[in-house]
């Protein structure tokens, strides 16, 4: 059994995070133990009538910003005041590029905390005052950073000891090696006439091995010859 992450997620939209830590696998993590998650409602934070929480760009320009003031009280409510300080991640198209190594490294952590931001993101200055990382989903834009941030927790819970029933799934995955994962196939052996590469029913492990590789480097030279050179 691995360590117990610490998940605590700042978002205007609470109920987002409802169904995705609800079912499957982050729902038995969180149920095992290994998964703690807290959601905080941005909007608790402000202090006017309305519960403002965005506010005009200075500038000018269409689109508007997470107003600093009730995020800075919501960090200086949630983080506390002792080490190891979390790590505060805001999920942004200008952050450096997510993936597997970055989700791997992140489930090592023992305590992260999510800024979902919106509209045009958040005043700079929360970044410089709170932010440790920025990271990137891809080289397009979402409505809001929960999606990035659901995806960042799903990524890094997964591969937490224990998390995944055979750690083993997780070890051939798709990125492993610098390769896509290869083609894989169940019963029944003949689906109406659709049937399955007959090295995978001949018991010969090497074989079988060979197979995959092969397979999952022509995947990779044909859909990400990127991923090759690395
Ligand atoms: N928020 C909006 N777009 C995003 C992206 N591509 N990655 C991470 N967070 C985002």
Redesign the pocket.
């Known amino acids: 059994m691995g360590g117990k992450l610490k998940v605590d997620i700042l978002t205007l939209f609470p109920q987002f995070f409802d169904s995705i830590f609800n079912y499957s696998i982050l729902k038995r993590a969180c149920d095992a133990d290994i998964l703690d998650v807290n959601i905080f409602d941005l909007r608790e934070y402000t202090t006017d009538r309305h519960h403002q929480a965005d506010d005009y760009r200075f500038g000018g320009g269409a689109g508007m910003l997470l107003k600093p003031e009730p995020i800075f009280r919501a960090f200086k409510n949630i983080i506390p005041d002792v080490k190891p300080k979390p790590l505060i991640i ?4 200008q ?1 450096i590029p ?1 993936n597997q190594d970055v989700a791997d490294e992140l489930s090592k952590e023992t305590h992260l905390v999510f800024l ?2 919106h509209y045009k ?1 958040v005043d700079q200055r929360v970044i410089e005052r709170w932010v440790d990382r920025e ?11 929960e ?3 659901a ?2 927790v799903d990524s890094a819970v997964r591969m937490i000891p224990g998390v995944l029933g055979d750690i083993d799934s997780a070890l051939d995955d798709s990125f492993r090696h610098n390769l896509l994962d290869c083609p894989h196939y169940t019963r029944p052996e003949n689906l109406n006439g659709l049937s399955v590469p007959g090295v995978l029913l001949s018991g010969h492990h090497r074989n079988i091995a060979l197979w995959r590789k092969i397979t999952a480097q022509f995947l990779t030279k044909k859909r990400r010859p990127e991923l090759n050179k690395k």
Request: overall charge negative; hydrophobic content about 35%.
């Open positions: 805001y999920p942004t198209p952050g997510f979902c931001g993101g990271y990137s989903l891809g080289d397009y834009v979402l409505t809001g950073g999606i990035a941030a995806v960042m």
